[in-house]
T-cell receptor, first 114, second 115 residues
Framework: GDSVTQMEGPVTLSEEAFLTINCTYT??????LFWYVQYPGEGLQLLLK?????DKGSNKGFEATYRKETTSFHLEKGSVQVSDSAVYFC?????????????FGKGMKLTVNP | GAVVSQHPSWVICKSGTSVKIECRSL??????MFWYRQFPKQSLMLMAT?????????EQGVEKDKFLINHASLTLSTLTVTSAHPEDSSFYIC???????????FGPGTRLTVT
């Protein structure tokens, strides 16, 4: 079945450091890929997504490219800020009866220090 | 927009009792709602999908008689954990989806501790 594997943290970085969070998936066909972010005390929020191979999703300085050849969707940001401290989830989605059924990775907690 | 709330945020109950968790879409109509369960350091696992006014569809391995889901209105879904046991202790998260949209909007979660 479908599965998502992502880097496990926690990870602590200094402000302005470069961030990469690895995510690989196992799935047949062409699922959609997502990154969700969960800030302390809040629900998961969609950060970015890509729906087909070679698509690049981007938002708030974060980027991820759908790489079918390596079954990966790594999240990157060139310069993190303290406000980026959160838990990041990689997810795979498939349409299910008109909605998107999501399969999540375990999440990675990022702390950015000033 | 697209805010989902959950109540309570944390609940402790005794083994054998039942507990109800509410999920509300505050500023949109959620035609579909999802319930997830998350164990420490584990990913979110989908438990069930519910469409307003219909019976929930449960994922394989989830006991529908234990985890009762009701989606009676476009803004409210409830999850009732019946005859709770310590192994039901977990973090429960709901999400809602608008009609004609694939995006899910997540609540902040409810931590259930069964003693």
């Amino acid at each position: 079945g479908d599965s998502v594997t992502q880097m496990e943290g926690p990870v602590t970085l200094s402000e302005e450091a470069f961030l990469t969070i690895n995510c690989t998936y196992t799935a047949t066909g062409y699922p959609s890929l997502f990154w969700y972010v969960q800030y302390p005390g809040e629900g998961l929020q969609l950060l970015l997504k890509a729906t087909k191979a070679d698509d690049k999703g981007s938002n708030k300085g974060f980027e991820a490219t759908y790489r079918k050849e390596t079954t990966s969707f790594h999240l990157e940001k060139g310069s993190v800020q303290v406000s980026d401290s959160a838990v990041y989830f990689c997810a795979l989605g498939r349409p299910q009866g008109g909605s998107e059924k999501l399969v999540f990775g375990k999440g990675m907690k990022l702390t950015v220090n000033p | 927009g697209a805010v989902v709330s959950q109540h309570p945020s944390w609940v402790i109950c005794k083994s054998g009792t039942s507990v109800k968790i509410e999920c509300r879409s505050l500023d949109f109509q959620a035609t579909t709602m999802f319930w997830y369960r998350q164990f420490p350091k584990q990913s979110l696992m989908l438990m069930a999908t519910s469409n307003e006014g219909s019976k929930a569809t449960y994922e394989q391995g989830v006991e529908k008689d234990k985890f009762l889901i009701n989606h009676a209105s476009l803004t409210l879904s409830t999850l009732t954990v019946t005859s709770a046991h310590p192994e039901d202790s977990s973090f429960y998260i709901c999400s809602g989806r608008r009609m004609m949209s694939y995006e899910q909007y997540f609540g902040p979660g409810t931590r259930l501790t069964v003693t």
